[in-house]
């Protein structure tokens, strides 16, 4: 069962809907579109010190403090907070839950009202730029004329090239981690497992489970197994669990969860489905699938970035086999075809893709570094720090 | 890119160290610059702190990118015989590459190189004429090894060791302007190369050359 009933309730607070409609890179007309968003830390007289922190596939608005829903702590808890890398005592903090989302922004599971019931399958197939222009549209009402940084992970690091690409005067710093200019093949494979998990589910109902009142649980935990797989690496999967069993001294002779790993996969699979809603996993990951900033200017991805002011910090994890370090190189190579002021860093470490989740020290102080050296060459130093405290 | 020597001595804390300096005072004020062989970017942190310069950096150890970034410098982790290429031509007033030449496959591409994205080229190597190394060669029989030149043949990167002359002889070849030339002794103190003559390739551990394309 799912705990995921957002629609009808406050908690989600705050939530901004857009003025006028958003018309889709699809040519769609998307009206109304509501985003639901959270800030740490206080906006400056200037405005001048704001960041936004874009999420992942399965991400959301939360990124530090605890969650909702789950309980939990905020998705990037290591990295945000009070005196953390990014210092919410220092800088103002926007997190968004990107449109198509399932954590209070328009999305599949919202009500459309031209039909009154849930969108399901009849909300329009969006990208990430519809994402980022959706964010735009909420920070313009924010009244929020210019980032001092966008960043994020994974999807977050291809909102933040779009947001760099597409309005390169609104944001000083860019900080794309763990990210790529466009979905491998690869990375389009492992997507469409996920896919297909979800719609071989019989409770999928054609995508329309909210309104038989099902949940298609077995298929959105495969999806989520098999993706998660690809968030980490074999040496930290070995590292981790190796061929030991589950609560057990010996195989069964049977398909129980007889190893850890079975069982650890099968939690996070389960876990999962009590936050996530099964047709937002389809929009977004074809989000992802659909973005290539290379194909958009032509095939040549520098057109992409084109004399641009931004000052980019590229990082990517060395273990990192879903967006592995050649991308990221590749970025820097569309860069310093610009001339642009880039920093590359590929942060050593066995965990995999979901490094830039965990507490690693040596992103932090990359991070951290890039930031206080935007910070100083923009004027805004720690004097900041007195007017937000 | 290797390690840049670091036996050189610095004058105090507060400054640099003395071969960079030298690097440094060819620079002029808010220009751009690319420091290939970066390091930790110690020269780059400087220009950005006293000349006001516009800089960039490519570093091939992972390290010291880590390091010149969180000093929040725009380094990048590349190989400068692999990477140079990407950038577009005159973007540089200046590009930097210092003691690192001797250790490239390919010195005079990546000298081409060099002045193909800068309109200056700062580039300082050790000097295998320098006396020692020759005596060293005469009395031992055996690849030399110095104060400037420490390691052994067998795990050196410095794989096209050259004589100031050596070089002098590759800048004409490539038709490139001498803007200036320095001669560094043991103790890092400098001389011009124009006043110290033919006797810098022998008393010098180092030089420093700024080319013009």
Redesign the interface.
């Known amino acids: 069962m799912s705990v995921l009933d957002t629609s009808s309730d406050n908690a989600l607070a705050p939530r901004l809907t857009l003025e006028g409609p958003l018309v889709l890179q699809s040519g769609v007309s998307l009206s109304p579109v509501t985003i639901a968003y959270q800030t740490y830390g206080t906006l400056n007289a200037e405005k001048s010190n704001a960041i936004l922190v874009c999420h992942a596939l399965t991400g959301d608005q939360y990124v530090a403090g605890a969650h909702p829903v789950s309980g939990r702590d905020g998705w990037w808890h290591h990295v945000v907070g009070p005196g953390k890398v990014i210092d919410t005592d220092r800088y103002f903090v926007i997190g968004t839950n990107v449109l198509g989302g399932c954590m209070g922004s328009t999305g599949p599971k919202e009500i459309n009202p031209e039909t009154e019931r849930p969108y399901g399958l009849l909300f329009p197939v969006i990208t990430i730029r519809d994402m980022v222009q959706a964010q735009a549209r909420l920070l313009d009402q924010l009244g929020i004329e210019k980032l001092f940084c966008v960043t994020g992970g994974s999807m977050g690091a291809l909102q933040t090239l779009e947001w760099a690409h597409r309005f390169p005067e609104r944001v000083t710093a860019a900080v794309p981690i763990a990210g790529s200019y466009r979905h491998s093949a690869q990375n389009i494979a492992f997507d469409e497992v996920g896919r297909q998990a979800i719609m071989a589910d019989p409770e999928w109902r054609q995508g329309n489970y909210l309104e038989e009142g099902t949940v298609p649980t077995r298929g959105l935990a495969v999806a989520r197994m098999a993706a998660h797989i690809t968030y980490l690496s074999e040496p930290a999967l070995q590292r981790k669990f190796g061929r030991r069993l589950q609560d057990r001294e010996n195989l069964t002779y049977g398909f129980d969860a007889d190893f850890q790993v079975e069982s650890y996969l099968r939690h996070q699979g389960s876990t999962f489905v009590d936050r996530f809603d099964a047709n937002s996993y389809l929009y977004i990951s074809r989000a992802m699938d659909y973005f290539d900033l290379a194909e958009e200017n032509g095939g040549n991805l520098a057109d992409a970035f084109k004399d641009t002011p931004v000052?980019f910090?590229?990082i990517s994890i060395s273990s990192d086999w879903l967006f592995p370090t050649s991308e990221s190189?590749a970025i820097?190579?569309a860069l310093?075809?610009?001339?642009a002021?880039?920093?590359?860093?590929?942060v050593?470490s066995d965990k995999g893709h979901d490094a830039f989740l965990l507490d690693e020290p040596?992103f932090h102080?990359?991070l951290?570094?890039?930031l206080?050296?935007?910070a100083?060459?923009v004027g805004l130093d720690d004097g900041a720090q007195g007017e937000s405290a | 890119m290797t390690d840049t020597p670091s036996q050189l001595p610095a004058h105090d804390e507060a400054s640099i160290r003395v071969d960079l300096q030298l690097v440094a005072d060819q620079i002029k004020a808010d220009s751009?610059v690319l420091d290939v062989g970066c390091g930790d970017g110690m020269l780059l942190a400087h220009l950005r702190d006293t000349k006001h310069v516009?800089g960039?950096g490519l570093e091939l150890s992972?390290a010291r990118?880590?390091s010149?970034?969180?000093?929040?410098?725009?380094?990048?982790?590349?190989d400068l015989e692999a990477?140079l290429k990407?950038?577009?031509a005159d973007?540089?007033d200046y590009v930097i590459l210092s003691q690192t030449l001797q250790a490239t496959h390919n010195p005079k591409e990546v000298l081409e190189g060099l002045l193909r994205l800068g309109t200056h080229a700062v580039v300082s190597f050790p000097n295998f004429g320098h006396w020692k190394v020759r005596l060293a060669l005469l009395l031992t029989g055996r690849m030399p090894s110095t104060p400037t030149l420490p390691e052994s043949w067998y795990d050196t990167e410095n794989i096209h060791l050259c004589t100031i002359k050596d070089f002098l002889s590759l800048v004409d070849e490539l038709g490139v302007t001498i803007e200036a030339g320095f001669a560094l002794d043991g103790n890092g103190q400098k001389r011009s190369y124009k006043a110290t003559g033919w006797l810098a390739n022998l008393f010098s551990e180092q030089a420093l050359f700024v080319l013009r394309h």
């Open positions: 000052r910090c590229l190189r820097v190579h310093n075809a610009n001339a002021k880039v920093s590359f860093v590929e050593e040596e102080d990359t951290k570094g890039f206080d050296g935007a100083r060459t | 751009r516009d960039r992972m990118v880590s010149a970034v969180r000093e929040g410098l725009a380094v990048i982790q590349g990477d990407h950038y577009p973007a540089f």
